[in-house]
C-alpha cells in the first residue's frame, strides 16, 4: 500500500550518492538502498518456489519524520486505543495491571523481550483498535542536539509528546550504573501533546533517574505519570553514523555476536551503544531499559529503529542473517546455555504465542511481512 515504485527511486540515490562521494549524512540512505537492493536480488534468485510475502508487497516502515499529519494521528489514536482497553492479564499474577498497555509492559517486565518485540506491538494494535498504518521508527540520526525540536518530541499534537516538565535532579546512571547522564531540561511528567501528563501503572523496577524510587513487587500496582528527561548528551555521543558504520559494515559488523555486543554497548569502556544511547536520550522511564522502558510509548519506535538496523546488517550479511548468539539468560551464574533458533518466545499475554525464534529472523518469510523505507 505504501510502495512508491522504490527500487528505482533507492538505486538512483545510491548510484548518485557513490559518484558524488559518499556525504556522512547519506550513509544511512546508503546502506538502507543497499539492504533493499540484496534483498531483492536474493529473492530473485531464490529457487525455492515462491513465498506469499515479497519486497514488493511487504508492508513498509517509515520514519515518523516522513509520515504525514493523518498517517501520525492514526498511529497516536491506536496507542491511546491500546491505553485506553482494558487488562486481560490474570490479576492473580500481575495484580498492578489495568489497561491492554499494562500488559505489554507486565510482558517486558516479566522477561526481557527480543529485538523483535514490536512486530507482536503492532499485530496488537492492528486486531484491537483497527490500527491499518505500520510500526514507525524514530530514526536517530538526525535532531542527536536537540530532540525537543524533533518531529517525534516537539510536543505537538503530531508528536509523541514532548519532554518531560521540569525536575531539578542530577541525572541518570547508565549502562549498568558506570555511565553518568547529566540531566536534560525534563525530568517530569510529559509536558505537552498526546501523551501529557500519561499514567502508567507498572513499574519502574530498575530506573536510573536520580530521584526515581523503584517498586518493591515488580508487577504491583504504582499508578503514576510517565516521566521524560530527554538528553542531548547521550544522543550526540552515542547516536552517531561512526556507529551505525561499524556494526554494519565496519568491524563490528563480523558477526551476529559482534554487531549485537556493539549495539547494546560496552559500558566498562564507557560506550553506551546504539540500543542503550537511545534509551538514554529519552530518558525518565524510558531509561528502566531491563524492565519497564515501555511503558514510555516511544519505546515501540525506538526498537523499530533497532530492528530496522538489525534488518539492514541481515540483508547486508544474508549468509549469516538467521544466526543468533548470546545466552538465554543474561549475567547467570553458572553461565546459561547458548540460544539456538529453535528456543521459543514465549508472549504469553500477545498475539504472537510461543513462536520460534527462527520463524521472526526473517521479516519477510515467516509470520512477518515488511521491510523498511
Ligand atoms: C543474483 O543474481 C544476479 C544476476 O545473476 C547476481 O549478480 C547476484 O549476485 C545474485 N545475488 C545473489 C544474492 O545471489
Ligand atoms: C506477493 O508477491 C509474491 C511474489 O510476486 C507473490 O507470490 C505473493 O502471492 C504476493 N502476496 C500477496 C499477498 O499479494
Ligand atoms: C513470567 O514468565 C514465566 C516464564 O516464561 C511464566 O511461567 C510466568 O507465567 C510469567 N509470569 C507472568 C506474571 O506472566
Ligand atoms: C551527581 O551524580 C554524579 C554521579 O553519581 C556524582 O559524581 C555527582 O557528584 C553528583 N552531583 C551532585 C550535585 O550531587
Ligand atoms: C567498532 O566496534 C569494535 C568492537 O566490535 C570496537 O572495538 C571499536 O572500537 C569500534 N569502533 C568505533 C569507531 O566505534
Ligand atoms: C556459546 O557460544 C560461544 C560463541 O558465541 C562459544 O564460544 C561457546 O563455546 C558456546 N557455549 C556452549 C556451551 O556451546
Redesign the pocket.
Known sequence: MLFFGLPTVILAFVNAAQSAGLEPRDLLQTLQGQAFQALKDSEENSTVG?????V??ASVRRDWADMGTKERKDYIKAVQCIIALPSKSDPAKVPGARTRYDDFVAQHINQTLTIHGTGNFLSWHREECGYKGHQPYWNWFSYQDGQRISPVFDGSETSMGGDGHFVQHNGSAGGGRVIYLPSGEGGGCIASGPFQGLQVNLGPVSPTMDGAIKVKTPLAYNPRCAKRDLTTYASSNWLTLANLQNITIGPASKNIETFQNELQGRFSDSFLGLHSAGHYTIGGDAADFYSSSPNDPVFFMHHAMLDRVWWIWQSLHLDQAKTVAGTIARNSNPLARNTTVDDLIQTNYLVLKHVKIWDLLSSTEGPLCYIYL
Not at 515462491?50 to 515479497?54: K, S
Request: aromatic share 0%; with cysteine; charged share 0%.
Open positions: 515462491t513465498h506469499a510475502c515479497a514488493s508487497n
